[in-house]
């Protein structure tokens, strides 16, 4: 079966998530372990130097996709369901590709850095059994990952004003763009259909409002991931998401999958 290693609390690896579940590809789910799978993870995806990331799909007959967006094109030729890339579509698709690139790397640095002010939210961050050991100390280390990531992705030191003003600017363009509902009653979509263009947008809201599913996160962090103005002022978005995972991620029925070991 395909093999999809992700992280179970990442806004990207549920873009890849949704997009198999909803075209009912089945596939098995291995949890990436960040720092201590990244050489298994290089290995995987031949890529010696500069930054590597999750998803990353292994297909039944070897092909290894490393993006998101690669694994939803790959998944609207397979299984059945809505059809996630229309012909027609491929530029407008492409722009909040894009937009939810911009808004999550927006969104990351700014609830990176609330973690980093949390000790709770430390604490949730490490495996249990180190927690166990580790006790309160394991905080410290948990605040070096987390400064490791904000360098790995340059968002170390940079002002969080400007992390908030891209997200807002993301958040008004995706709001612009949403029209009235279909005469079906089907939740508003960004082009004249529900897309991949949908299912990527909606995530940048997980760090406005986590989903009350698709995401794995305990209390601490899912405190953290949340903003409450950006909620306030955008709460018609949170909404407009929650619908679209009542119509898409819950009605369809997800495709069999099964959660392997860590790696």
């Not at 397979?78 to 722009?95: N, S, T, V, W, Y």
């Not at 992705?153 to 908030?164: E, F, I, K, L, V």
Request: charge should be positive; hydrophobic fraction near 45%; glycine fraction near 8%.
């Amino acid at each position: 079966m395909h093999e999809l290693l992700s992280l179970p609390y990442s806004p990207w690896s549920e873009k890849a998530r949704f997009a198999l579940d909803v075209r009912r590809v089945p596939y098995t789910v291995r949890v990436y372990q960040p720092l201590l799978g990244e050489a298994a993870l290089r290995a995987k995806v031949r890529r010696w130097t500069g930054v590597v990331t999750v998803p990353v799909l292994t297909t039944d007959d070897g092909r290894v996709l490393s993006d998101s967006a690669d694994i939803a094109r790959w998944a609207d030729d397979q299984g059945e369901g809505p059809q996630l890339f229309p012909p027609g579509h491929d530029a407008a698709i492409a722009r909040f590709i894009d937009l939810s690139e911009r808004g999550l790397a927006a969104g990351r640095a700014l609830s990176l850095t609330r973690v980093l002010a949390d000790d709770e939210a430390l604490l949730e961050l490490l495996p249990r059994r180190l927690r166990r050991v580790l006790g309160s100390g394991g905080r410290y280390v948990s605040g070096a990952a987390i400064r490791r990531t904000l360098r790995k992705y340059n968002a170390a030191g940079q002002d969080g004003q400007s992390h908030r003003r891209s997200m807002e600017e993301v958040l008004e363009a995706i709001r612009a763009a949403l029209g009235g509902p279909p005469a079906s009653g089907a939740p508003r979509s960004l082009l004249s259909t529900f897309t991949f263009a949908d299912i990527a947008a909606s995530q940048v809201l997980a760090f406005v409002e986590p989903p009350a599913a698709g995401l794995k996160l305990l209390p601490a962090n899912r405190r953290c991931f949340g903003d409450a103005a950006l909620r306030a002022q955008f709460g018609d978005l949170v909404a407009w998401r929650d619908e679209l995972y009542s119509a898409y991620r819950s009605a369809c029925a997800a495709a069999p999958r099964r959660r392997v070991d860590a790696s």
